[in-house]
Every structure is written in structure tokens, then in C-alpha cells.
């Protein structure tokens, strides 16, 4: 049965005593967590107690990539980390794609564990099957591209990709990121806050070559087809042409783009100037890619003297937490705040939402201009942004207390600053509002790693044509009903919403890209997924192996949860989201809060978690092959 399946090969390294070893997981045990979070949860829950503290050495860091990492065909080039989230308590999940994750695996690894913490900061330097810990006092305290740089010279060559933190993980900032090609984000959780907590400024790997398929002739074929399918979908040559931010416009002319501290849902002041068309026909220098990828959605800006192309560009979320979310209408200064960011190694959702609560906080006269170091933090005040970041990443002053995310800071602040908060799990909302999408909302909810837009499929497939591609494809997971408009929560929305949040799941732990792969919209669909798998590493899959895979991933996470101290009442949405939207094209409009938590409940039961925990029950564990874990 598992003939075909490779072994992992995992890095094991002790930051405390300097020790590095070599682990083995057989393929019949990596079928069963074949890459992402997936593997780094098996290797997490194998040691560690889920309450640790996750600044201590005791917790854990996984980067992780999968049996298909590097395949030479698009959406392969990703990488995960896993660790106990300093932002939310719960495991932490994020992915990035870029170069990175191929030579990662080019260099035979498919997975590094860090424990402990060194005793003075160093970087993992990583040349095929030889792994040495460097000293890295000369490139802590620096910026990505200054540290970058530094490195390169000081190993004597080029041929090298850098997965680093920047001041803001070096400062435990709690929402800190690991950047990769300066401009690649490994974001949400705070990830990069754990590897600063370990004194561990980088992980540089030696360039290599890509995976050689299980079937090269057909594989050739295979990849020559996936490229021409970007022709054939409209999606995905938009998605290239204006990248994720091509949207932006669209949402608030509908009245569903978070704006002001999510406040109402309409822009016109200002959507328009920061969405991908005016990016595209303005300061876009460059289409960047990931590895063998021929979609090329990753933006590079350049305004001369104020924003370096090194830096990349924003995305949608980004745009948006730093734009409308702040009441922002100069493209300019998002991109320098989403240039800041990649610079000091920051979130850009979370950081640009902390500073749109601060705003709020600041109009309401709950902080004052005293509190806020005199800065005047008034929605669509560009001006402080710069300062105002640069201050978090080095916790001078109010970016201390912003340093701390949202929720933590309106507990600081009190005064009634916790009304108006936008997170789950003490995690900042992505820029998808479920007044518009309820089944995301659903999602946020009851995600293990707090809210996050790219955990299932969206309310808005439903409401295409029957004989539509992504309706044809959703009919490969499951068969769902269509709709007039992708407000309603029933019974099927729910099952919706599960079925494509397991499938999601699997793209995570085989750490795919979701643009290329997935259930419905994307350039690839579940046939094509499957035929990935049998081509690329002689794996003859199903989609019940996949879905069932994914469900995994997910219960492990629920599970390192609940021994962690989290329940159902951590499933929650803010409370402004139940509120009448205020004015737009989607004044009046809310989410109706008896359905939704009808749905979240109809959701524990079809999840098989127990509906007075929200925690997995022993039977669904045992179902799953985690009875281990017992």
C-alpha cells in the first residue's frame, strides 16, 4: 500500500546545546501527514505540552514542505511553520511561497525542527546533508535586504536562500513574520516572534535543483497543460494581470471592504486608488514569480526614492488593512507601510489592523494624543504610518502596546477599547467580511489558528451558473446547492463550508498553493490535484485519502488546542459583525446571529467534536488514525 511513498527526512536541531541530528518518519507513517502543519503538529505532539509558553526554549518550531515541493510545474514552491502562536495561544500556521521552499527540499530536507534557544543569536546554514549553526551578531538588529546582503558576503556567494526575521522578531513583537526573498511572507501567528525568542536570526539554505518526477515524460505534458490552462480561465490571467488586489475596488462598490476599523464596508473616497488596476497602471515595475510558476501574481512596485521593488509589493489584505481599514487613499503610503513591514519583518494584516483599532480608539477619545507619543492617529492620516510602524517593530512608545495585537492592547487600554476590536482568537480579520460571506465568518470562527481567509472555499462560488467550472469541480467533494446571493446561512452552506475547508486543508499540508490548486475558482482542480500526486511522486491517491488527510490536519490542530485550554467560547465572532451594516450598497445588511450559531453547532456535529467542548471527540480521533494521541 505504501511502496510508493517516500520517507521524510527531517533536521532536528537543538539551539541549547548546538547539537544536530538526523530523524527518519517513514513513508508509511508521512502518508498519514505528508508535509505542513500536518507533519510539524506530528512532530510537535509527539514532546511537547501544549501549554507551554510560547516564548519559552520548551516550544517548538517546524518548517516544514511535502512530498511534491518543488515539482517543476506551478504552485509547488511553499513552506509551512508550526509552532505555539505567542498571538493566540493556539498552534500557530503559516505558509509562504517564493524560492525558498524548493531549495529547501532540493537540499534533501523535508522538514527542520528547532528546539531550545541559543545562548547568542545564530543562523542555520544549511549545503545538502551538512547543517551548521553560524553566529549571526553581525546581522542581528538589521533590516531583511541589509541582513541579506551581509550574509551573502560573508559566505562568498550568491547561490543561497535566506528565510530570516527582522527587528520585529528580534524584539518579540507577537505578530512577527519570517521573510523569505525579502518580500515572501510566512505572516500570520507570530512565528517569526518564536524563532526571535530563540535567538534565531535565519535559515539559509544552498540553491539546488528541483524534484525530479516519478514520471518525467507525462509530467512534461502534464505541467505544458496547466500552463495553457491560464488562457482558459479568466481568473487566473486577472489574478496575473492586477494580482490578489484586483478586487478591491469591486468590494467596496458592492459595500463589503472593511473600512475604518471595519466600521462600514464602503470607500468611495478611496478604493479606487488602491486597488490592482491603478497599481498595475501606475507604480507596478515587475510580475514576480515562485518557482516553475507561470501565473506571475506577485507584485513589484517601485517609487523612486521612497519605495525599493526589492520590497515586492502589496496584496489585497494588505492593501486593504493598511488602506481602506485606515481610511488611507494613497497607494503610495500603503506600499511604503507594506514595504516597512517586509523590512522589519511584521504582519501586515495584524499590524495594519492594530493600527486601525489604535485610529478608532484615537477618534473616540479613548487614547489621546499624549498616549499616542503625539502622534495624531486620525483615520486617512498617512503621514504617521512610517513612524507609527517603525515604532512597533522596536516597541518604543505606543508601538509597544500595539506590539501586543489588538486584543491585548484594548485589555491594556480598557475604557470600553474592547468593544471595538476585530479578531478571533486574538487573531486580526482578513480583509473577506462575513456580512458578505457567513460561511467564512463560520470559518473564522472555528479555525484552530484564529480568523483566516484561506481556510475554505468562499460564500460567493455558490451563486454561479450550475454548468460553471467551479460548480463542476465542487461536485468532485461534494454536492452543494446554488444561490441567489451569498448571504444565507442553512444547513448545506455549512456542509459547504466543512467540505472545502478539509480540501483546503490537504492543499496546506502539501503546502500547494491555493491560486493554483483547489476545489473550485483556481487554475487547477481535485482531477488535476490527484493527477499531481500520481505523476509528480508515483502517489495514487483519492480525493477520501486527500479529504481525509485534511480533516486530519485540522483535528490535530483542535486537539493541541484543547490541551491547551481552548473551547467552543473561543469560537466567536466580534460583535460589530451582527450589527446592521451603516451606509453603502450594503446598508441594513448583517449577519443574522441565531442562524450562525445554529451553524456553528450543526458544524461541531458534522466535524464529530463534541458540542458542549467544540473539542474532538475520541471517536473522531480514533476515525482519523489519531488514536495515539490518547
Known sequence: ????????????????????????????????????????????????????????????????????????????????????????????????????????????????????????????????DKAELRDAANVWGKVTGEAERIIKTELGHEDVEIAQIGPAGENLVRYASIINMCNRANGRNGTGTVMGSKNLKALVVKKGKGLKPYNPEKFKEFSKRVINMIKENPNIEGLGEF??????????????????????????EGAKNITGTTMAETILKDRDTCYACAVRCKRVVEVPGIVDPLYGGPEYETAASFGSYCGITD????????????????????????????????????????????????????????????????????????????????????????????????????????????????????????????????????????????????????????????????????????????FYSILDTLNLCQFVWGPSWELCGPDETLELCRLGIGWNTSIFELMRIGERRINMMRYFNAKAGFTKKDDYLPKRLFEPMPDGPSKGIQIDEKKFNEAKELYYEFAGWDKESGNPTEATLRKLSLGWLL
Open 331 to 502: 497607494l503610495t503610503a500603503v506600499c511604503l507601510a507594506n514595504q516597512l513591514c517586509n523590512m522589519y519583518g511584521l504582519d501586515t494584516i495584524s499590524c495594519g489592523a492594530t493600527i486601525a483599532f489604535a485610529m478608532e480608539c484615537y477618534e473616540r477619545g479613548i487614547l489621546t494624543r499624549e498616549d499616542t507619543d503625539g502622534l495624531e492617529l486620525k483615520f486617512g492620516n498617512e503621514k504617521v504610518l512610517p513612524e507609527l510602524i517603525r515604532k512597533i517593530a522596536y516597541k518604543e512608545g505606543i508601538g509597544a502596546l500595539l506590539a501586543e495585537g489588538s486584543k491585548r492592547a484594548a485589555k491594556a487600554i480598557g475604557k470600553g477599547a474592547e468593544e471595538l476590536t476585530v479578531e478571533v482568537k486574538g487573531q486580526e480579520l482578513p480583509a473577506h467580511m462575513p456580512q458578505y460571506k457567513p460561511m467564512v465568518g463560520l470559518i473564522y470562527a472555528v479555525n484552530p489558528f484564529g480568523a483566516d481567509h484561506q481556510s475554505s472555499e468562499h460564500d460567493t462560488f455558490l451563486t454561479l451558473p450550475k454548468d460553471s467550472l467551479p460548480i463542476q469541480r465542487l461536485g468532485k467533494i461534494g454536492t452543494y446547492r446554488t444561490y441567489d446571493n451569498p448571504f444565507e446561512i442553512d444547513d448545506d452552506k455549512v456542509r459547504y463550508a466543512f467540505d472545502t475547508q478539509c
Open 1 to 128: 500500500m505504501y511502496k510508493n511513498f517516500p520517507d521524510a527526512k527531517i533536521l532536528d536541531v537543538d539551539l541549547t546545546s548546538g547539537n544536530i541530528k538526523t530523524r527518519v518518519l517513514s513513508g508509511e507513517v508521512y502518508r498519514l501527514y505528508p508535509g505542513g502543519s500536518a507533519l510539524g503538529l506530528y512532530l510537535i505532539l509527539q514532546e511537547m505540552d501544549p501549554k507551554v509558553d510560547p516564548l519559552s526554549p520548551e516550544n517548538m518550531l517546524v518548517f516544514s514542505v511535502s512530498p511534491l515541493t518543488g515539482l517543476p510545474v506551478s504552485g509547488t514552491s511553499r513552506v509551512t511553520t508550526t509552532t505555539k502562536s505567542p498571538l493566540t495561544g493556539t498552534i500557530g500556521d503559516s505558509q509562504a511561497g517564493g524560492f525558498f521552499p524548493m531549495h529547501l527540499k532540493a537540499n534533501g530536507w523535508d522538514a527542520v525542527v528547532f528546539r531550545g534557544r541559543a545562548e547568542k543569536p545564530v543562523y542555520l546554514y544549511i549545503d545538502g
Open 243 to 268: 494580482g490578489t488586489d484586483g478586487d478591491l475596488e469591486g468590494f467596496s462598490d458592492e459595500g463589503f471592504l472593511p473600512t475604518k476599523n471595519w466600521t462600514t464596508g464602503y470607500f468611495p
